[in-house]
C-alpha cells in the first residue's frame, strides 16, 4: 500500500518537473545582434553581453556579434572597455529569436567635463617632477667632445680634456637613458596589465608574455587615441592567440 503511494507520489514530481522544464524552454528567448562603436560604426569583438537577471553571460566574436539565451523581463547589459555601458529589458514574447543591435559610445566623451578640470594626468605630474629632480643635468647644453685636437705634451691619463670629454660623455649618456625611460614611462601609463586583461581576458604569465610579445612602439602610441588602443590590443591578441 505505501509502496503503491510512494510510487504515486514520485510519477506525480516528475510529471510536476518535466512540466516546469516545459515551461522554461516555452519562456526562452534567443537575443542575437551586432556591438558597434556609435561614431564610426566599427566591430567591438570580445565585448560582454551579461544577464544581470540569471548571472549568464556571453561575448561577441571577432565580428561584434553575439548570442544570448533570455527570458521576458530580463536586464541585458552590453559592456566593452572603454565605452559607456548600455542596457535593455527584454519585451519579446516567449520562445522567439530576437536581433537586437547595440551601438557603444566611447566613454571619454562622458568624462570631457572631468578632463577639463583635472589639469593633469598622474602620469604627468610624475613626469614633471622627475624634471625637476634631474633638470640641473638636463639643462646643461652638450658641449663637443675632446677628440683628436687634444694638445700635445698632455698624458692621456691625467688630461683635463680627456676627464672633461668623459663627463661630458656620461652627461649624454644620462639623457639618452633620461629620454628613454621616459618613452617607456608613458607607454607604461596606457598600456597597463589591467587594461589589456580587460581587453584580451587574460590573466597571470600569458598576461605578461602577450604584453612582453606586443609591446607598443612610443611614437604609435602617441598617436592612439584611447578607442584605437583598444582596437590595436585586440587585433595584436588575434594574432598573438593562433
Known amino acids: 500500500m505505501y509502496t503503491i503511494k510512494y510510487l504515486s507520489a514520485l510519477l506525480l514530481c516528475g510529471v510536476m518537473l518535466l512540466a516546469v522544464q516545459q515551461v522554461r524552454a516555452q519562456s526562452q528567448i534567443t537575443l542575437t545582434g551586432q556591438l558597434t562603436d556609435k561614431d564610426n560604426n566599427l566591430v567591438l569583438p570580445y565585448a560582454s553581453i551579461i544577464n544581470k537577471t540569471t548571472g549568464k553571460r556571453a561575448t561577441t566574436d571577432q565580428g561584434g556579434f553575439y548570442r544570448i539565451n533570455v527570458k521576458p523581463h530580463d536586464l541585458i547589459l552590453f559592456t566593452f572597455i572603454g565605452y559607456r555601458t548600455d542596457s535593455l529589458v527584454v519585451e519579446a514574447s516567449a520562445n522567439a529569436t530576437v536581433t537586437q543591435n547595440i551601438q557603444l559610445e566611447v566613454e571619454n566623451k562622458m568624462l570631457r567635463s572631468v578632463e577639463v578640470t583635472a589639469k593633469y594626468t598622474p602620469y604627468q605630474l610624475d613626469s614633471m617632477a622627475r624634471r625637476e629632480q634631474y633638470g640641473f643635468i638636463l639643462d646643461k647644453a652638450n658641449k663637443p667632445l675632446a677628440g683628436g685636437n687634444t694638445p700635445q705634451g698632455f698624458g692621456l691619463t691625467f688630461s683635463p680634456f680627456t676627464r672633461y670629454s668623459r663627463k661630458e660623455k656620461q652627461k649624454r649618456k644620462f639623457k639618452e637613458i633620461y629620454a628613454k625611460a621616459e618613452e617607456e614611462k608613458y607607454i607604461d601609463s596606457r598600456y597597463t596589465p589591467l587594461l589589456v586583461s580587460q581587453v584580451t ?19 604609435a602610441m602617441r598617436m592612439m587615441r584611447q578607442e584605437d588602443l583598444i582596437y590595436w590590443i585586440t587585433d595584436k591578441y588575434r594574432g598573438w592567440k593562433k
Open 201 to 219: 581576458g587574460l590573466k597571470g604569465d600569458s598576461l605578461q608574455h602577450f604584453m612582453h610579445d606586443n609591446y607598443p612602439d612610443y611614437d
